[in-house]
């Protein structure tokens, strides 16, 4: 069985960001980024709702662009920091993780 969550980032203000992420059973979490670009958030946030998931495969649907095409790129960028940390995340908790970009 395949968990679904659904993350939304929306743009408040110049460089602050809300991200709002509908968890499986049906909770939101939500946090406010202050002074960070959509991407940063987007890791961030993904990274913390992952912790609580264990040998389970989830799929995350994103209206972050970024996020989806550096998660889904053939070839991993040398210079994704925030991609390597999500990887451990998921490697830590053996998750399988897809992420589709849903604007």
Request: with cysteine; glycine share 0%; charged share 20%.
């Amino acid at each position: 069985m395949t968990l679904t969550m659904t993350q939304t980032i929306t743009p408040i203000d110049f460089a602050e960001y809300d991200v709002q992420i509908e968890l499986p059973n049906g909770e939101l979490y939500v946090k406010n980024y202050k002074r960070s670009n959509e991407v940063h958030p987007a890791y961030r946030t993904l990274m913390i709702v992952l912790r609580a998931y264990d040998d389970v495969a989830i799929h995350v649907k994103t209206n972050c662009k970024p996020l989806a095409t550096e998660f889904n790129a053939v070839v991993e960028n040398p210079n994704a920091a925030l991609l390597r940390n999500l990887k451990s995340v998921i490697a830590r908790h053996n998750l399988d993780v897809t992420v589709e970009y849903a604007s």
